[in-house]
């Protein structure tokens, strides 16, 4: 199932049409879309049994290439998790050490965007990292890896775009404040549920920008996969519905080029996930 931030309301998106999970369920289920993301087994089953028309008027494929119709399919989730360094060959890129357990910081959530939206530049060292993104649907701490996917709700594309000169300028690193400028964390272009998914963790990430293949990665590459991620978080911080778990990028990120390259005004960002969509993100 694929359910979407339509006009903000929770809508499942078909081939024939659009699905509003409020209104077709007679109230049933919330138009929320972090409260739908919440209940989203309860949601897929609903929809196998009972059958609701989809409308017409706007179709899976129409929305696939017009973004910038759809919100974030999660847009206040109480924590924003990222982690960095989680593929070998991004880590090389970087020079920095692979990490012995995850490297984690967050994403403000007031940097949240749809999977069309612009993104303003604050700085001429703006830079790409395309990331799958785990949304958690059933909160908990301690969970062990072997429980870890009865917790995710879904998974959609992400960017987490960087602002280079203020992340590198202090003694520390300032991941998380570089991180989350306005609009700095497109994610979408809808929620696409685990039983889409041939194997999550073997999927293909791409991003171009303006047409030119910049990073090409596949998930089975990440060095902490995703139980146990969820494994090692919830060992420490409680998860809750509707959480993002950013889960790091692959190489060919523009900081680490010579010369180094970056985000420009006019530049077209696109990052597609198979299976899950494409954002297409233009520079401002
Ligand atoms: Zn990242």
């Given at each position: 199932m694929k359910l979407a931030n339509l006009d903000g309301r929770a809508t499942i998106l078909t081939a024939q049409g659009t699905i509003d999970v409020e209104t077709s369920s007679g109230g049933r289920f919330p138009s929320?879309?972090?409260a739908a993301v919440t209940r989203v087994a309860e949601i897929r089953d609903w929809l196998a049994t009972a059958r609701p028309p989809a409308d017409p008027k706007?179709?899976?494929?129409?929305?696939?290439?017009?973004?910038a119709r759809l919100g974030p399919p999660v847009t206040h989730p109480s924590q924003i998790f990222a982690v960095g360094l989680n593929y070998l060959d991004h880590s090389a890129e970087t020079g920095l050490i692979v990490p012995e357990s995850p490297l984690v910081f967050t994403k403000f959530s007031s940097s949240l965007a749809g999977p069309g939206a612009d993104i303003p530049l604050p700085a001429p060292t703006c830079d790409w990292e395309i990331e799958l993104v785990v949304v958690i649907g059933k909160g908990g701490r301690d969970i062990p890896e072997s429980?870890?996917?009865?917790?995710i709700a879904g998974f959609c594309v992400g960017q987490d775009i960087s602002e280079r000169?203020?992340?590198m300028a202090g003694a520390t690193p300032q991941f998380s404040l570089a991180k989350s400028h306005r609009a700095f964390t497109p994610i979408g272009p809808w929620l696409t549920t685990?039983?889409?998914l041939d194997d999550p963790d073997d999927l293909a990430l791409t991003c171009t920008l303006d047409g030119?293949?910049?990073q090409s990665g596949r998930t089975r590459d990440m060095i902490f996969d995703i139980p146990s991620l969820i494994s090692h978080l919830s060992g420490i911080c409680e998860l809750r519905p509707a959480d993002l778990i950013f889960t790091g990028t692959p190489a060919g990120v523009g900081y680490s080029r010579t010369p180094p390259?970056?985000?420009?005004p006019g530049s077209v960002l696109s990052s597609t996930i198979d299976t899950l969509g494409t954002l297409t993100n233009t520079c401002t």
């Open positions: 929320h879309p972090d706007a179709t899976l494929a129409a929305l696939a290439t017009e973004p429980k870890a996917l009865d917790h000169a203020a992340q685990p039983d889409e030119e293949t910049v390259r970056y985000l420009t």
